[in-house]
């Protein structure tokens, strides 16, 4: 496993993204929750993965008891990452974090991440309670999520110190962080997260024929039209595949993380696939594929 150093932390290229634990919207059941999760992690920790993120959010709040407990007695391999999601008062934030590390079975938080910007408050107003969790040891690094380059900026500024990462959807489908987030992060010692990095499953080429069968056939990443239009870069990715004896996914993956200060988080439902996706981060692009890759991504 490679490894990014930043900001005064040192985390797997390649994490593991929790949304699915406990998240009815995968449709993966219970049995997934009780038994298969607790193997990913595992298996994850093996493979020298160490970011694990989650958010009260995903579940909502199963995500993370179901996490915590897959990491019982295993809290020094991980670096933990949860959300606050921007509803009720500011005051509150505190009192939520303290929930989030109870569901997680920690006492203290690693990375703690507002997961969207406040339609109501401004960063002035929870920022700085980010700041008193940290200095009180309940958070070790205060993040962001879904935040454009001026808000993480803003964020920075009533922090009153770095806001260690922006966590935003980014893969060869969404490549719109790479023209600020990307660069900025690079140049201040931060981390770019990559969310949702092999598009929900659209790079894997597994759903070029048909969308898939839970929510995400709605989102308009697998309408006909888009897979359509999608099916140069699929082909290039299966073709540059089969040269490294990979599979479409990873070398999607190994793409996203030969940035500097970026990580991806992709969601898993097997331990095949996290060793997959762990295996990605050892790929080596050609400057020719990168290329190739690039002129036929958005």
Known sequence: MRYVDAGGVRVSAIGLGAWQFGSREWGYGSDYARSEAGRIVS???ELGINLFDTAELYGPWRSERILGEALRGKRQEAFIATKLFPIGLPFMTSSRAKASARRLGVDHIDLYQ???PSPLFPPGATMPRFRRMVDSGLVLHAGVSNHSLAQWQACDRAFGGPVLSNQVRFS?????PERELVPWAQKEDRIVIAYSPLGQGALSGKYQ???PTNFRRFRREFSATARAGREPLVATLR???TAHTATPAQIALAWLVRKPNVVAIPGVSSVKQVEENAAAADISLTPDEVARLDNLSA
């Open 43 to 45: 298996r994850a920790l």
């Open 114 to 116: 507002q997961h969207f």
């Open 172 to 176: 060869l489908v969404d490549r719109s």
């Open 209 to 211: 024929d048909a969308s």
């Open 239 to 241: 073709e540059i595949a």
